[in-house]
């Protein structure tokens, strides 16, 4: 591609302002929901995010109500162990 298409898509993403400006404008549009767009599926990435918020927030309990599982089974056996000894 010619080197002007190259520059436009630099003024279109913003990649030609300082990169402390740039942090700062992500800043401050993160801070009110807009995280912008996906480059690889195009909907606004807050859609991509909420369409696969409960099945993470599922593997999350699950994974805790396992990790509470064997972490007070661990517990007792070593409180067993130890009152033994």
Excluded: C, M
């Excluded at 700062?24 to 859609?47: F, I, M």
């Amino acid at each position: 591609a010619p080197p002007e298409v190259y520059e436009a898509a630099r003024v279109k993403l913003g990649l030609d302002q300082p990169l402390p400006l740039q942090f700062w404008h992500y800043l401050s549009s993160a801070a009110v929901g807009d995280l912008g767009q996906s480059s690889v599926s195009r909907p606004p990435v807050a859609a991509d995010i909420a369409s696969f918020l409960p099945v993470t927030l599922e593997l999350l309990f699950v994974s805790l109500a396992f990790a509470a599982a064997i972490g007070f089974l661990l517990g007792l056996a070593t409180a067993q162990g130890w009152r033994g000894s």
